[in-house]
């Protein structure tokens, strides 16, 4: 079993739908749960991360982290073409390095 | 403003030839961090290192080597290049100590044939 999962898609969808992204993970000790994205032909870049549990909403993003589920989700409101990327779930423990999901490719179709 | 750069951008090269990736850094971060992106398994760590002359191996280091002379640069080497090796790679940088937050580099885009 890898330590992340992640369902790869690919992922279609209209423009302003919403969009729901998820990982699952097996290592409790993670502390650390960002989201990171891809635009083609492109490096990742840091979208959101949180700490711990909980929510954490920015502008039409929003992350939520269960640890007693071990499952992180990434929540795009009116999704818009240019969110069409893919999206790696990112974790770590406060002492190691960091695991990333093998990501979920999505469209937004206008 | 800081940045990271890879270069070659693009690069084929045939089976058995050394074949050495750059990597620079202009953010002073003492992190740095290979990875390779390959269809249905992600980013996979192939080496890192945490300062000047410090390395260590990921979960795919066979076939590749680095070293750390100065803050700023982490070449990648493959050794014998191998049509497995066929990849995008990644060179990343973070902060001292436990940084969620990785910076990464444009790729490279290796073809062995």
């Known amino acids: 079993q890898k330590e992340v999962e992640q369902d790869p898609g690919p992922l279609s969808v209209p423009e302003g739908a919403i969009v729901s992204l998820n990982c699952t993970y097996s290592?409790?000790?993670?502390?650390?749960f960002m989201w990171y994205r891809q635009y083609s032909r492109k490096g990742p870049e840091l979208l959101m991360y949180?700490?711990?549990?909980g929510n954490k909403e920015d502008g039409r993003f929003t992350a939520q982290v269960d640890k007693s589920s071990k499952y992180i989700s990434l929540f795009i409101r009116d999704s818009q073409p240019s969110d069409s990327a893919t999206y790696l779930c990112a974790m770590k423990t406060s002492y190691d390095k960091v695991i990333f999901g093998p990501g979920t490719s999505l469209s937004v179709i206008p | 403003d800081a940045e990271i750069t890879q270069s070659p951008r693009h690069k084929i090269t045939e089976t058995g030839r050394q074949v050495t990736l750059a990597c620079h850094q202009t953010?002073?971060?003492?992190?740095m961090f290979w990875y390779r992106q390959d269809l249905g398994h992600g980013l996979r760590l192939i080496h890192y290192?945490?300062?000047?002359?410090?390395?260590n191996k990921g979960e795919v280091s066979d076939g590749y080597s680095v070293s750390r002379s100065n803050t700023e640069d982490l070449p990648l080497t493959l050794e014998s290049a191998a049509s497995s090796q066929t990849s995008v790679y990644f060179c990343?940088?973070?902060?001292?100590?436990?940084?969620?937050?990785?910076?990464f580099g444009p790729g490279t885009r290796l073809t062995v044939t």
């Open positions: 949180t700490y711990s549990s």
């Open positions: 290192s945490y300062g000047v002359h410090d390395t």
């Open positions: 990343a940088s973070s902060e001292t100590g436990g940084s969620y937050e990785q910076y």
């Open positions: 953010w002073n971060h003492n992190n």
């Open positions: 290592n409790s000790a993670f502390q650390y």
